[in-house]
Each structure stands twice: as structure tokens, then as C-alpha cells.
């Protein structure tokens, strides 16, 4: 993320983090075929900029979105690390499981 932004004056201040994920996958019929939303939570952590880490994750960033350098390479952008502690997952049926790195799926869901 850009040193310049909103985003990043909060994360200095605030740690805790909320993300929303989908699986965006594509069915055979083109109309989609995502199942589950996940909210993931956790604890952000700015990355040092010239860490072997930052490198490791910039470069992995840059080979999955090669048209997108502009976000990911710069002396203002820095390297966000989410250390995940917990899950709730949404699937199709609305049926919301929920993960905890200390505890597991409830009810030993797999």
C-alpha cells in the first residue's frame, strides 16, 4: 500500500484488520462460480521496506499482476503482512462456519 494514503496512516495506529475474500471461479457456463465469502481477521503488520521478507512478497505480488507495478513497486509503497486469527466462512446456503487459529473449524467441519 502507498505511505500517502488514509489506509496507511490507520494501520499505524490501528493493527486489528477485517478482509473480505470470495472465490471468484469461473463455472463451465461463464456465470460464475463462486461459493463461499470468508472474513478474515487479524493483526497488520507494515513490513521493514528492504527486508528479504518485503522482496519475497513484492516479487510474488508483481508475478501474479504484472500489469499492476504501479501499486506494488515504489519508495512510497510498502508491503502489508495480515497474520490471520480468525475466519468466518460464508457458503452458497448461507451457512456460516467459523475458524480460530487457536480452535479449528467449529464442529469439526472440514
Known amino acids: 500500500t502507498n505511505r500517502k494514503t488514509?489506509?496507511?496512516?490507520?494501520?499505524?495506529?490501528?493493527k486489528g484488520v477485517a478482509l473480505l475474500v470470495h472465490d471468484f471461479a469461473e463455472s463451465t457456463d461463464?456465470?460464475?462460480g463462486?461459493?463461499?465469502s470468508i472474513t478474515l481477521n487479524g493483526n497488520c503488520r507494515?513490513?521493514?521496506?528492504?527486508?528479504?521478507?518485503?522482496?519475497?512478497?513484492?516479487?510474488a505480488h508483481l508475478e501474479h499482476n504484472p500489469e499492476y507495478p504501479q501499486f506494488?513497486?515504489?519508495e512510497d509503497i510498502v508491503v502489508l503482512c495480515i497474520d490471520v486469527?480468525?475466519?468466518?466462512?460464508?457458503?452458497?446456503?448461507d451457512q456460516v462456519f467459523k475458524w480460530s487459529a487457536q480452535e479449528g473449524l467449529e464442529n469439526g467441519f472440514r
Open 46 to 59: 507494515i513490513l521493514p521496506f528492504d527486508s528479504p521478507s518485503t522482496e519475497k512478497y513484492r516479487q
Open 30 to 32: 461463464g456465470t460464475g
Open 6 to 14: 488514509k489506509k496507511f496512516d490507520m494501520l499505524q495506529r490501528q
Open 85 to 93: 486469527t480468525s475466519a468466518r466462512i460464508c457458503d452458497v446456503q
Open 72 to 74: 506494488i513497486v515504489g
Open 34 to 36: 463462486g461459493m463461499y
